[in-house]
T-cell receptor
Framework: EAQVTQNPRYLITVTGKKLTVTCSQN?????MSWYRQDPGLGLRQIYY???????DKGDVPEGYKVSRKEKRNFPLILESPSPNQTSLYFC???????????FGDGTRLSIL | SQQGEEDPQALSIQEGENATMNCSYK?????LQWYRQNSGRGLVHLIL?????REKHSGRLRVTLDTSKKSSSLLITASRAADTASYFC???????????FGAGTQVVVTP
């Protein structure tokens, strides 16, 4: 089954404790992206990757890091999480950047 | 800043009625996409319309695009309770990967 898998689905952690949210897709997509969703703001793009070893900033990259060492994986790293990063996070992928995206089921992060 | 803005923010209709929601955007686009999100779940792609297209259909969905007014509309005909969801427009301003979403329209369809 074609899918984008995020882990964990839920996480409660504390300020400053480094965390990684993993994202994996099994569709051989070149393009992957991370979004955060906050009430009233819709989805905002954090980072995207056009292909392996090619990443670029979205609209809200501050406080996040990503890497794209393999085509299928695109982890999101919060080196020193802060409470304003409490949000619902989505990973998505597509064949090319301009094509429709397939979304994962989301990761709800709470940073205390 | 957000590129797209949906209107209305919320819409409540009865089954069988049509639902129309609009999306306005600020800068020139390469394409515009509509997505649906069921409560707390990932988004599902509905329709993509390119900047040189004016109208597209998919089942009970009809999307129009007016680039002169920088606006798009999504029409759901003969709505069903299962159409209850939030609907988002997303615009791509170039082919290099940025996709910008609006805040969404929350649609509730009552039996």
């Amino acid at each position: 089954e074609a899918q984008v898998t995020q882990n964990p689905r839920y996480l409660i952690t504390v300020t400053g404790k480094k965390l990684t949210v993993t994202c994996s897709q099994n569709m051989n997509h070149e393009y992957m992206s991370w979004y955060r969703q906050d009430p009233g703001l819709g989805l905002r793009q954090i980072y995207y990757s056009m292909n392996v070893e090619v990443t670029d900033k979205g609209d809200v990259p501050e406080g996040y890091k990503v890497s794209r060492k393999e085509k299928r994986n695109f982890p999101l790293i919060l080196e020193s999480p802060s409470p304003n990063q409490t949000s619902l996070y989505f990973c998505a992928s597509s064949t090319r950047g301009h094509q429709p995206q397939h979304f994962g089921d989301g990761t709800r992060l709470s940073i205390l | 800043s957000q590129q797209g803005e949906e209107d209305p923010q919320a819409l409540s209709i009865q089954e069988g009625e049509n639902a129309t929601m609009n999306c306005s955007y600020k800068t020139s686009i390469n394409n515009l996409q509509w997505y649906r999100q069921n409560s707390g779940r990932g988004l599902v792609h509905l329709i993509l319309i390119r900047s040189n297209e004016r109208e597209k259909h998919s089942g009970r969905l009809r999307v129009t695009l007016d680039t002169s007014k920088k606006s798009s509309s999504l029409l759901i005909t003969a709505s069903r309770a299962a159409d209850t969801a939030s609907y988002f427009c997303a615009t791509r301003t170039d082919s290099w990967g940025k996709l910008q979403f609006g805040a969404g329209t929350q649609v509730v369809v009552t039996p």
